[in-house]
């Protein structure tokens, strides 16, 4: 986990990044078919300790976010493999990174 401090306070920074999914309008009638290898996938990277938490909006029609641990690159490349992604439910991603200054 990359940590930073913001220098102006000297408050510790943890970095994760976020992982924005954009779905399809009509998700929810199409993701049954995939959301067991879905899940499995984000399960796979929540075991290696890069998943730290993620899900659907509500109503999930509106996307899904995933926090993880990782350099952009490895996040990225989760997005492109992912089976969602894959099969055509996610229509746009994008990773941003979160600098985290209060954890539990």
């Known amino acids: 986990m990359l940590r930073r401090s913001v220098a102006a306070f000297n408050v ?7 992982l924005r999914y ?5 998700v929810l009638e199409k993701r049954p ?9 984000i399960t796979g990277y ?11 909006f509500d109503p999930a029609a509106e996307g899904a976010m995933i926090v993880m641990k990782g350099t952009r690159e490895e996040v990225e490349e989760f997005a492109r493999n992912d089976p969602y992604v894959r099969e ?3 229509t746009k991603w994008s990773v941003r990174d979160w600098n985290v200054v209060v954890e539990e």
């Open 88 to 90: 055509g439910l996610v």
């Open 33 to 41: 078919p995939h959301r067991q290898a879905h899940l499995s996938y």
């Open 12 to 18: 510790p920074v943890t970095v994760y990044r976020v």
């Open 22 to 26: 954009d779905y399809v309008p009509d």
């Open 46 to 56: 929540k075991e290696k300790g890069m998943v730290k938490m993620g899900g659907a």
